[in-house]
């Protein structure tokens, strides 16, 4: 019996740590647009979430200067998408940050975050 749990608990562990590794594979790559750090006009009407395969985005919301924070909606969470295409606010100058949540194909939970600036 304690052999056998010794063995599970190794067993789990392994898996934990691939499967980190494999989130992490999941984000190499993905690029956002605006991009991080980048500077914009107060045109922009559009913001874009771009990986290398597939994912269901299930949640995007963006941080506005005035402290606000807007839910962004795009494409719908059940549908995988390599380009996820957002419609913005109307942008005042300033500092935005964005915050998105989603799932890979083989169901690892993936979020990242970037901030853009707009100005005039
Ligand atoms: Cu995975």
């Known amino acids: 019996m304690k052999l056998r749990t010794i063995f599970s608990s190794a067993i789990l562990s392994a898996g934990l740590v691939m499967g980190a590794g494999a989130a992490l594979a999941h984000g190499k790559g993905m ?4 991009g991080n750090g980048q500077t914009v006009g107060t045109d ?4 874009h979430l771009m990986f290398k ?3 269901q985005i299930t949640t995007v919301t963006m941080k506005s200067p005035d402290g606000k924070t807007y ?7 059940n549908k995988a998408v390599k380009t ?3 419609k913005l606010p109307k942008l005042a100058p300033g500092n ?3 915050d998105w949540r989603g799932m890979s194909p083989d169901g690892h939970p993936m979020n990242g975050d970037f901030a853009f ?3 005039n």
């Open 31 to 34: 690029m956002t647009m605006p």
């Open 84 to 86: 996820w295409e957002g």
């Open 44 to 47: 922009t009407k559009v913001m």
């Open 96 to 98: 935005y940050k964005i």
């Open 53 to 55: 395969e597939p994912m």
């Open 71 to 77: 839910k962004i909606s795009g494409p719908a969470a």
């Open 117 to 119: 600036k707009v100005a």
